[in-house]
């Protein structure tokens, strides 16, 4: 009869624990999403490059389209 | 070296291409996936003003009379470069964006992924209009472009706003990672030219779009 008491005892106990460590694990990885979004977040991004000349062929159709959109801007910069 | 004799030319080719494209950003790393797009706030918020900017860009290509400021120029790039090709799309894109000032972000305060809370942060995330009117710095230039393409009709999953370490300049830099249909990555530099392969001198930290958020770090 002691050995089956403590037997149930034991296993209650036992689910008490398996209970708070799923708990635990549970609050990881949302934790860990944290720490690496903000981790993300502190990275200040500034590379600066400025444009050089492509290897690439001229596309006459390309330039074209760039040419007619930047006459519109110096069109509204000047209004 | 006597292992090494033994290695057909076959193996070897084989193993200098896989050693090639493991320096290449993949898109297809499922273990480097981590939220939804909603849990950086501030990505968020931009993706959110760009939807509501949606309205005036479509009422402008419908009706040239309704385009007003920048909307004019980004009417003619969207009209006339939807008859290109996507290879083209891509250059025209990369060097219309490339045009705009580059400026660096002032420290202000902003949404932050901290629960509850803003932070004073340095990056302000720009949405298409409010880049073309004002300028930027690196990662708004990649968003630009995201945005612009989706107006081209680029699929959401084909494209990733990448930030990466740049060994070459020593700093965090972000460009513009477009899947192509071969599976290669394309990414759109900043400078003009788009590196289609060998992209050895980038160390992949981060990568952001409308869908989600996928960190590279090691």
Same mark, same amino acid.
């Given at each position: 009869?002691?050995?089956?008491?403590?037997?149930?005892?034991?296993?209650? $106990?036992?689910?008490?624990?398996?209970?708070? $460590?799923?708990?635990?694990?549970?609050?990881?990885?949302?934790?860990?999403?944290?720490?690496?979004?903000?981790?993300?977040?502190?990275?200040?991004?500034?590379?600066?490059?400025?444009?050089?000349?492509?290897?690439?062929?001229?596309?006459?159709?390309?330039?074209?389209?760039?040419?007619?959109?930047?006459?519109?801007?110096?069109?509204?910069?000047?209004? | +070296?006597?292992?090494?004799? +033994?290695?057909?030319?076959? *193996?070897?080719?084989?193993?200098?291409?896989?050693?090639?494209?493991?320096?290449?950003?993949?898109?297809?790393?499922?273990?480097?996936?981590?939220?939804?797009?909603?849990?950086?706030?501030?990505?968020?918020? &931009?993706?959110?003003?760009?939807?509501?900017?949606? %309205?005036?860009?479509?009422?402008?290509?419908?009706?040239?009379?309704?385009?007003?400021?920048?909307?004019?120029?980004?009417?003619?790039?969207?009209?006339?470069?939807?008859?290109?090709?996507?290879?083209?799309?891509?250059?025209?894109?990369?060097?219309?964006?490339?045009?705009?000032?580059?400026?660096?972000?002032?420290?202000?305060?902003?949404?932050? !992924?901290?629960?509850?809370?803003?932070?004073? #942060?340095?990056?302000?995330?720009?949405?298409?209009?409010?880049?073309?009117?004002?300028?930027?710095?690196?990662?708004?230039? *990649? !968003? *630009?472009?995201?945005?612009?393409?989706?107006?081209?009709?680029?699929?959401?999953?084909? +494209?990733?706003?990448?930030?990466?370490?740049?060994?070459?300049?020593?700093?965090?830099?972000? !460009?513009?990672? !477009?899947?192509?249909?071969?599976?290669?990555?394309?990414? #759109?530099?900043?400078? %003009?030219?788009?590196?289609?392969?060998?992209?050895?001198?980038?160390?992949?930290?981060? *990568?952001? &779009?409308?869908?989600?958020?996928?960190?590279?770090?090691?």
């Amino acid at each position: 009869m002691k050995i089956l008491i403590i037997a149930a005892m034991c296993l209650a $106990g036992s689910l008490v624990l398996a209970d708070e $460590g799923d708990e635990t694990q549970n609050e990881g990885p949302i934790e860990d999403l944290q720490i690496r979004l903000t981790a993300m977040e502190q990275i200040n991004v500034t590379a600066e490059k400025t444009p050089v000349e492509s290897s690439e062929d001229v596309d006459s159709e390309i330039e074209s389209i760039l040419v007619d959109a930047e006459a519109l801007e110096t069109e509204e910069a000047e209004e | +070296m006597r292992r090494q004799a +033994m290695l057909r030319p076959g *193996a070897w080719a084989l193993l200098l291409v896989s050693a090639t494209a493991s320096a290449n950003y993949s898109f297809d790393s499922p273990g480097d996936y981590l939220a939804e797009a909603t849990a950086w706030p501030a990505w968020a918020q &931009n993706l959110e003003r760009h939807t509501s900017e949606r %309205d005036a860009i479509r009422r402008c290509l419908q009706e040239e009379s309704a385009c007003s400021g920048k909307l004019k120029s980004l009417r003619t790039v969207l009209v006339k470069g939807a008859a290109l090709d996507r290879d083209r799309q891509l250059r025209l894109v990369n060097r219309y964006i490339n045009k705009r000032r580059y400026r660096v972000d002032r420290r202000q305060t902003s949404l932050s !992924v901290v629960p509850g809370g803003e932070a004073e #942060l340095r990056n302000h995330w720009s949405t298409l209009l409010e880049f073309l009117k004002r300028g930027g710095d690196c990662e708004d230039y *990649a !968003v *630009a472009k995201y945005f612009l393409l989706r107006e081209l009709g680029f699929p959401a999953e084909d +494209m990733r706003v990448l930030v990466t370490y740049e060994k070459s300049v020593r700093d965090y830099h972000a !460009v513009l990672a !477009v899947r192509r249909d071969n599976g290669s990555s394309w990414l #759109l530099e900043s400078d %003009d030219t788009i590196v289609k392969g060998n992209h050895r001198r980038y160390r992949f930290i981060y *990568a952001l &779009n409308e869908a989600g958020i996928w960190d590279h770090a090691e």
